[in-house]
């Protein structure tokens, strides 16, 4: 079981950037996925993005297109998620997730996921 400690939230103005960080118990050489999954009040956890096997595959809700880039840094153990244009409708819980059976073929999935970080609020406001 991996620990993931996730940091990097606050509030931040429309138009802003914020990067996010998470802390990997035991960085995996290969073959391995991890994901940011947000949830906002009163809604359901919705994947956002996922990376496999250090940057081979990386995919992306269409709501982050363009806006969210997600990354590894394996001497640091640590998967970023750079969040730029933030909008009011990106507020929500982030959470980090680790994934030994995950491809990232897709927009990640909760089931897909069996370790989770603690989460971290993002709130984009004025």
């Known amino acids: 079981q991996w620990q993931l400690v996730e940091s990097g939230g606050g509030l931040v103005q429309p138009g802003g950037s914020l990067r996010l960080s998470c802390v990997v118990s035991?960085?995996?050489?290969?073959?391995?996925?991890f994901a940011w999954f947000r949830q906002a009040p009163g809604k359901e956890r919705e994947g956002v993005s996922c990376?496999?096997?250090?940057?081979?595959?990386?995919n992306y809700a269409d709501s982050v297109k363009g806006r969210f880039t997600i990354s590894t840094d394996d001497v640091k153990d640590t998967v970023y998620l750079q969040m730029n244009s933030l909008k009011s409708e990106d507020t929500a819980v982030y959470y980090c997730?680790?994934?030994?059976?995950?491809?990232?073929?897709?927009?990640?999935?909760?089931?897909?996921?069996?370790?989770w970080g603690q989460g971290t609020q993002v709130t984009v406001a004025s």
């Open positions: 035991r960085f995996p050489l290969n073959n391995y996925a």
């Open positions: 997730a680790a994934g030994p059976k995950a491809g990232c073929y897709d927009v990640p999935r909760s089931y897909e996921y069996d370790d």
């Open positions: 990376i496999f096997n250090r940057g081979e595959r990386t």
